[in-house]
């Protein structure tokens, strides 16, 4: 039977707590250790109950791992090289008992958790390459291509429920609100998309933002959206508001390349520069480093069922796994400190590296503990 990583946490704390009397036991590490891949990842996702997490290379590879704390316990469980092309996202069916794949192949395949065995495949699904995929529930997946098309699929029929296209470029990224009424879409023409996926039409695009929007995530309580761009600029957008950004900050990076949320206020940004940055979102704030992929871009981000854990993957051909157990305690409040001029971007893990990326809040955090101390 499976150990999920919420009981494997709390089995570690109380090895803490009785470090006194009993020995921890070797081998115990504060997170799995790297699986290393023969490809770059573009695709990753954790199961929604298992101590599971699928990854797509771009060589069309798709692998399904069991993950540990333990040294050495990490297996493949299974593969498969059904796509032609490019794996470019993966996500768990609602009872991970399916994973959904998309490629550049065009296609989008239905495979078996437990063994990988191919039981659906939905060939030439879109026209152009797919780049994005989204669970909307236990049937309906919705899929984005590189020309900026978007499907909405009923796993019990043929054909797709609804075909749009209203982008003009690729579409980066999706995402749903709470009632799976509206889709949100963000692009590479520079434009947050909304599809009324309940009535199966189009709302509105949003004014083009300065360079492609490359993710999307709702934030504080379903109020905000939030949206990454190539130029390293988070936009931020009220909810009903889409017209137009209520807000927007840049961060010390060269891009942001994906963002997965953590809290309510907190997401985690992945860019070409490696490194991968805690934000906060109103007030807006760096938080810190929570890891990098040394120099090399990180290509995905996932956060585990449990939310211990967030996994990245890199040009390195990494999966990497980080602690984010120091970032779920983090407050941010509206004091703003006086700005300070090349400070390093503080560590929120253990293998985290401090780094020059800097600016105004950032260390806020530390700054208040010293002040506490004293």
Request: with cysteine; aromatic share 6%; glycine share 8%.
């Amino acid at each position: 039977m499976d150990r999920t990583c919420e009981e494997k946490a709390t089995e570690h704390k109380s090895d803490e707590e009785d470090s006194d009397s009993t020995e921890v036991p070797s081998g115990i590490r504060d997170t799995p250790e790297d699986i290393i891949l023969e490809a770059p990842a573009n695709g990753l996702a954790f199961h929604p109950a298992r101590d599971l997490l699928a990854a797509g290379d771009v060589d069309g590879d798709v692998f399904v791992f069991s993950y540990s704390c333990q040294e050495g316990e990490n297996k493949e469980l299974w593969s498969s090289g059904h796509h032609l092309k490019s794996c470019r996202a993966v996500v768990f069916s609602e009872d991970g008992q399916k994973l959904v794949t998309v490629s550049k192949d065009k296609a989008i395949h239905v495979l078996d958790v437990e063994q990988g065995r191919l039981e659906r495949r939905i060939s030439k699904a879109h026209g152009a390459p797919i780049n994005s995929l989204l669970l909307v529930d236990k049937n309906i997946l919705a899929t984005g291509d590189d020309t900026g098309g978007i499907r909405l699929w009923d796993q019990r029929k043929e054909g797709p429920l609804m075909d749009m296209r209203q982008h003009e470029e690729y579409i980066a990224d999706m995402a749903l609100d709470p009632d799976k009424k509206l889709l949100l879409t963000a692009s590479g023409d520079g434009c947050l998309g909304v599809f009324n996926i309940k009535r199966r039409r189009f709302e509105l695009l949003s004014e083009p933002q300065s360079g492609d929007l490359t993710s999307v995530t709702i934030m504080k309580c379903g109020r905000k959206v939030a949206c990454g761009s190539s130029e390293g600029t988070i936009y931020l957008f009220n909810w009903n508001g889409f017209g137009a950004t209520s807000d927007r900050f840049a961060l010390r990076a060269e891009s942001i390349d994906c963002m997965v949320p953590v809290t309510d206020s907190l997401l985690c940004t992945g860019s070409t520069d490696g490194v991968i940055r805690a934000v906060n979102i109103l007030p807006n704030r760096v938080v810190g480093s929570v890891g990098q992929h040394a120099g090399e871009p990180v290509e995905e981000l996932a956060l585990s069922h449990c939310g211990r854990f967030l996994a990245s993957s890199g040009h390195d051909q990494r999966l990497k796994f980080w602690d984010m157990a120091q970032l779920q305690s983090v407050v941010v409040d509206d004091y703003r400190r006086r700005k300070k001029k090349g400070g390093p971007l503080k560590a929120l893990s253990s293998k985290a590296w401090s780094t020059d990326d800097f600016f105004a809040g950032l260390r806020e955090e530390e700054e208040k503990r010293e002040d506490d101390s004293d």
